[in-house]
């Protein structure tokens, strides 16, 4: 076993084996579970449990993450060009920091301009957000909770998948465990009673909207090379939530807003790819994208 490498040293993961990797990445995301489920028997939005979760979720879990991740690290050798300072792993860099930052928001807007026009239809163009951000399930939804995930989940278990997994592998892989972390929320339906086939359905929502927003997230931290493009995509998805589908059908203007989503998504897809070059953002990734084009 490598030692562990001297602070400020280069460093990579190509001694850390697939198994290795794999077990790490499942081993945090269950400790991520266990560990938010068994601080409260309260209810998910008693204030209780909502600190006690966000000094799990803001306090501990990314600092087991990072001491994990650093003990499986290897200090590079001169000319390695698998290695990397730490922290840009971690995607901490300042290069390009606004346009990092403008363009997941610009993207989630794209992706989200049908549901917008849903609301302005409706009237119904809320900022009830605004009011519940200092709040202890506001700061859960808005800040602890997507900046904690991001940094788990991307920051802390990409650096391990990608010496054995293709760029597209990742993209879903490591989705799919943070989608599965986020079926343990049945369990909290199942204690307060609700109907088994609604918990069922409910948590398979979830988990393909989770991994699909997972595969975003983590599609824009390779990319740009930035955790700031990822956490602030979460948190405004978080603030948007899902799309208002279920009243299209019985909507008097049915048929635009069903054109205006499709629109929608045609655009946000066109515009991924050319605004999320890793040559505009001089990602530390940009390798990988060169490689397999």
Not at 37 to 43: E, I, K, L, P
Not at 240 to 265: C, E, K, Q
């Given at each position: 076993?490598?030692?562990?490498?001297?602070?400020?040293?280069?460093?990579?993961?190509?001694?850390?084996?697939?198994?290795?990797?794999?077990?790490?990445?499942?081993?945090?995301?269950?400790?991520?579970?266990?560990?938010?489920?068994?601080?409260?028997?309260?209810?998910?939005?008693?204030?209780?449990?909502?600190?006690?979760?966000?000094?799990?979720?803001?306090?501990?879990?990314?600092?087991?993450?990072?001491?994990?991740?650093?003990?499986?690290?290897?200090?590079?050798?001169?000319?390695?060009?698998?290695?990397?300072?730490?922290?840009?792993?971690?995607?901490?860099?300042?290069?390009?920091?606004?346009?990092?930052?403008?363009?997941?928001?610009?993207?989630?807007?794209?992706?989200?301009?049908?549901?917008?026009?849903?609301?302005?239809?409706?009237?119904?163009?809320?900022?009830?957000?605004?009011?519940?951000?200092?709040?202890?399930?506001?700061?859960?939804?808005?800040?602890?909770?997507?900046?904690?995930?991001?940094?788990?989940?991307?920051?802390?278990?990409?650096?391990?998948?990608?010496?054995?997994?293709?760029?597209?592998?990742?993209?879903?892989?490591?989705?799919?465990?943070?989608?599965?972390?986020?079926?343990?929320?049945?369990?909290?339906?199942?204690?307060?009673?609700?109907?088994?086939?609604?918990?069922?359905?409910?948590?398979?929502?979830?988990?393909?909207?989770?991994?699909?927003?997972?595969?975003?997230?983590?599609?824009?931290f390779l990319r740009t090379g930035h955790l700031?493009?990822?956490?602030?995509?979460?948190?405004?998805?978080?603030?948007?939530?899902?799309?208002?589908?279920?009243?299209?059908?019985?909507?008097?203007?049915?048929?635009?807003?069903?054109?205006?989503?499709?629109?929608?998504?045609?655009?946000?897809?066109?515009?991924?790819?050319?605004?999320?070059?890793?040559?505009?953002?001089?990602?530390?990734?940009?390798?990988?994208?060169?490689?397999?084009?």
């Open positions: 076993m490598a030692l562990v490498p001297q602070p400020g040293a280069n460093v990579h993961f190509q001694d850390v084996s697939r198994a290795s990797a794999l077990i790490t990445c499942v081993g945090l995301s269950s400790l991520f579970v266990i560990l938010i489920n068994v601080v409260s028997r309260r209810a998910r939005d008693h204030p209780e449990t909502v600190i006690r979760r966000l000094f799990i979720a803001c306090g501990v879990m990314p600092v087991v993450s990072t001491v994990v991740l650093w003990a499986l690290a290897t200090q590079s050798t001169a000319g390695n060009v698998h290695a990397k300072p730490f922290h840009e792993w971690l995607g901490f860099r300042s290069g390009q920091l606004l346009y990092a930052a403008g363009v997941p928001l610009l993207l989630v807007t794209v992706g989200y301009s049908g549901d917008y026009l849903h609301a302005c239809l409706d009237g119904d163009l809320s900022l009830d957000w605004c009011r519940q951000l200092f709040t202890p399930i506001g700061v859960r939804n808005f800040i602890g909770g997507p900046l904690s995930e991001e940094y788990v989940f991307r920051s802390c278990m990409l650096p391990l998948l990608l010496p054995h997994f293709s760029v597209t592998t990742c993209v879903f892989l490591a989705p799919a465990v943070f989608g599965i972390a986020h079926v343990h929320l049945a369990w909290e339906s199942y204690r307060r009673g609700d109907p088994i086939a609604g918990i069922a359905a409910l948590a398979l929502l979830r988990l393909c909207y989770t991994t699909l927003f997972g595969s975003f997230t983590t599609f824009l700031l493009s990822c956490c602030l995509a979460h948190v405004y998805c978080n603030i948007l939530g899902l799309p208002n589908f279920a009243d299209i059908p019985s909507h008097r203007y049915r048929t635009g807003l069903i054109a205006a989503h499709i629109v929608a998504m045609a655009a946000f897809f066109y515009l991924l790819g050319p605004l999320t070059d890793p040559v505009l953002f001089d990602s530390q990734f940009s390798s990988l994208f060169t490689a397999s084009s």
